[in-house]
């Protein structure tokens, strides 16, 4: 039987007992992974792999002894409690010793959970799972996550359930990061909110985002944004002293000021282009940057955008520039470029 949609979501949080075996497959390797994680969870719990009663097999090794499927899944270990056989990497070289195991299969034998890349429809390892009369196949798509998988993800978490605008940005987040970085951020949101009774806000999310440099550039250089002309020395050296180059601290500008032309330039308002940013913008930072963007147009934004583009060539060239004195002095005309 092949699962998908809601159908894969409610079997991976609850699988059925009577089923010997699921393959788990796709192109993406940590989605692949994160299902796989999910699914040995919910059948034999946190500790099978401490009480013996979770086994890894490479699929390689099935081509020198293809019946150890069958020997591990009928093994008996000194654990009571279910058990789970995990052949990972498989192909269609495995189909034959994988099908001996699931006709062989009985009640109280160990559960099977295959994992694969991309198989094609024409796929003998697909075929026998899709047509099993109680084997399942759950293919892993790359599209973005739900609104019902981050709900399953906060579920999961213990996290009460989000207002609208929050979870609107907690979907955008989710669909920027790759699988394993979000779900390490759902433990964080977690960890953050643990014992807090207040509803989980935009600023909540936006604490335990990923963080990067990019951000702490993006937040020395709203001084620039903001017309602040008389900071813009102490700034560089600051940046200067934390050991970022002129190049670097260039580009992180042009970074923050393209996402303030994507904000001016979205037809429904700064606030939406913030969002549709990759990554998105959160929280205090959002707002920031929104008064940004209306304070400035896309006039200024553009030219601004001209001054680091030509400054940021002058510092790649061949020929040796004074680099710290040519940034500072782009900095110094942005800066009264927004104050006027």
Known sequence: MKLSGQEAVRFFANPRADCPGVLVYGADRMRVSLRRQQLVKALVGENADEEMRFTQIHASALRKDPAQVSDAMKAQGFFPGARVV??????????KALGAALSDWQPGDASLVVTAGSLA???????????????????????PPSRADV???????????????AMTDL???SRALDPGDFAQMIEKLALYKWQDETPTTSADIAAVAPSSS???????????????????APLMRRLQGQGLN??????G?????????????????????LMASRPPVFGARRERMSRQARALGVHKVENMLGILMDTDLALRSARPVPAQAMLERAFIRIAMMARS
């Open 214 to 232: 990019e951000a702490a550039l993006d937040d020395a250089i709203n001084l620039i944004a903001e017309a602040r002309v008389a900071e813009v």
């Open 121 to 143: 429809a024409r796929s003998s390892l697909r075929k026998l799972f899709e047509t099993h009369r109680s084997a399942c196949a759950a293919p892993v798509y790359t599209d």
């Open 171 to 173: 979907i955008a987040l």
């Open 86 to 95: 995990l052949v990972q990497e498989a192909g269609d070289f495995a189909t």
């Open 253 to 273: 500008a042009t970074r923050h000021f393209r996402t303030l032309h994507h904000a001016v330039s979205h037809p429904k308002g700064p606030e939406a282009g």
């Open 151 to 165: 709900e399953s993800a906060l579920k999961k978490a213990g996290i009460a359930p989000l207002g609208e605008v």
């Open 246 to 251: 002129p190049t670097t601290i260039c580009i």
